[in-house]
């Protein structure tokens, strides 16, 4: 069973800058390929960025394409979501996600999940 724990979240005004990061335990974080998704109030989930298990194909969604990034240590079984020049919109309860399959895209179904870490961006 693996566990994720996200942190990193917090309140940021528009054009700053926030990093996530997202644990694992529980498991070999290396077979697992890895996501962020996020849902604001009120809206359905948005699919953020993924990453397969070695960290050499990276995928994201089209509304932060050029401002986010996805990264992985699989030493410290860690995920990293920097996010560039967040704008009020990206305001939202961000997840991470861990699958043996893939984490690519809305379709995506993960089979573990954190807990979340809000991300509030003022204007």
């Known amino acids: 069973q693996v566990q994720l724990m996200e942190s990193g979240g917090g309140l940021v005004q528009a054009g700053e800058f926030l990093s996530l990061s997202c644990t694992a335990s529980?498991?070999?974080?290396?077979?697992?390929?890895m996501g962020w998704f996020r849902q604001a109030p009120g809206k359905e989930r948005e699919f953020v960025a993924g990453?397969?298990?070695?960290?050499?194909?990276?995928y994201y969604g089209d509304s932060v394409k050029g401002r986010f990034t996805i990264t992985r240590q699989v030493a410290e079984s860690t995920v990293y979501l920097q996010m560039n020049s967040l704008k009020p919109e990206d305001t939202a309860v961000y997840y991470c996600?861990?699958?043996?399959?893939?984490?690519?895209?809305?379709?995506?179904?993960?089979?573990?999940w954190g807990k979340g870490t809000l991300v509030t961006v003022s204007s």
């Open positions: 990453i397969n298990w070695s960290g050499s194909v990276t």
């Open positions: 529980g498991g070999d974080f290396s077979r697992y390929h």
């Open positions: 996600a861990a699958d043996p399959v893939g984490v690519t895209s809305i379709h995506s179904r993960p089979d573990y």
